[in-house]
């Protein structure tokens, strides 16, 4: 007779890629990789995961920020069931690290949920620092910040052209370090201010839509799968393949099987077993 399996006890998967792994892959001069999924299903982040992809950042559908809010918690469980070994890092609406207090409730809900780290854009150091003592790994974002935050910057713009400007982004992303930031992505900025981040600070630092090697790099699955248009792709964009053109004729060609009877073919299905089937149809008669 069979022994039963025995249950899994373990709250985390040993095989797990968590911000220690992140640490360690800079350290060893090891690049990483790493995907925006937005909002859009956990079977992206599951496929990111069988592809061998070391980190992704999402956050929750949602037509309003609260409704993001509710969401993410459910969409966190979700995700790390299709996908238990990725480092997920969970975006945090703005309401939901107002002040610090709710900000280590919200991330450490996050965390609980399956999340490795989370994403507060443009957190104030206070903050940072609270949720830091707090346990919570912040894998932050500096140059453009994303979302509404942008309109400082007059919209999605490249940032840190002068000088100044790239001291202001330096210090800003040294100080989320010394506050506790375990590591960033820096967005928009040039691969001269890029690079000078990333080898002057100890954690990763991941270019998305930047110059630079840095510590790796982030493409959004818009612009890696061919989501957009060619002719409105942004210059960082690199389309791998055409999933949603590719979709459409997939999805055009089941419609016109369906219509023209090529589909479902023989070997599609079964059939029943004769005698069987003789019994079935003759009881049908009789009864109906």
């Known amino acids: 007779m069979a022994k039963a399996a025995k249950p899994n006890l373990m709250p985390m998967s040993t095989q797990r890629t968590t911000i220690w792994h992140l640490q360690k892959m800079k350290d060893e001069g090891k690049l990483i990789s790493m995907v925006g999924t937005g909002p859009c299903d956990a079977l992206w982040v599951a496929a990111c995961e069988q592809a061998g992809v070391d980190f992704v950042r999402y956050t929750a559908p949602g037509e309003t920020s609260d409704q993001r809010v509710e969401n993410m918690f459910m969409h966190t469980r979700q995700i790390r069931k299709m996908a238990p070994n990725i480092c997920l890092n969970a975006v945090m609406q703005s309401s939901s690290y107002a002040d610090k207090y709710t900000a280590v409730k919200v991330g450490s809900t996050l965390m609980q949920e399956g999340a490795d780290c989370v994403l507060p854009m443009g957190v104030t150091n206070d903050t940072l620092k609270y949720m830091a003592d707090n346990c919570i790994p912040v894998f932050g974002h500096t140059g453009c910040l994303s979302g509404w935050q942008s309109v400082w910057y007059g919209g999605y713009k490249r940032v840190g052209k002068t000088a100044e400007d790239a001291m202001k982004i330096f210090r800003q992303a040294y100080e989320y370090q ?84 090529q589909y479902p073919a023989q070997e599609h299905g079964w059939s029943m077993d004769e005698r069987e089937l003789e019994k079935f149809l003759n009881e049908l008669e009789k009864k109906y």
């Not at 930047?210 to 960082?236: C, K, N, R, W």
């Not at 997939?250 to 419609?255: H, P, R, T, V």
Request: net charge negative.
């Open 178 to 261: 010394e506050n506790g930031m375990v590591g960033m992505t820096i967005e928009l900025s040039s691969r001269e201010l890029t690079d000078a981040i990333a080898k002057k600070l100890r954690i990763p630092v991941i270019n998305i839509a930047a110059g630079g090697a840095a510590d790796g790099s982030e493409l959004v699955i818009y612009d890696l799968l061919g989501f957009m248009p060619v002719s409105t792709m942004p210059s960082h964009a690199k389309w791998y393949r055409s999933f949603f053109e590719d979709s459409i004729k997939a999805f055009g060609e089941f419609d016109n099987d369906v219509k023209t009877k």
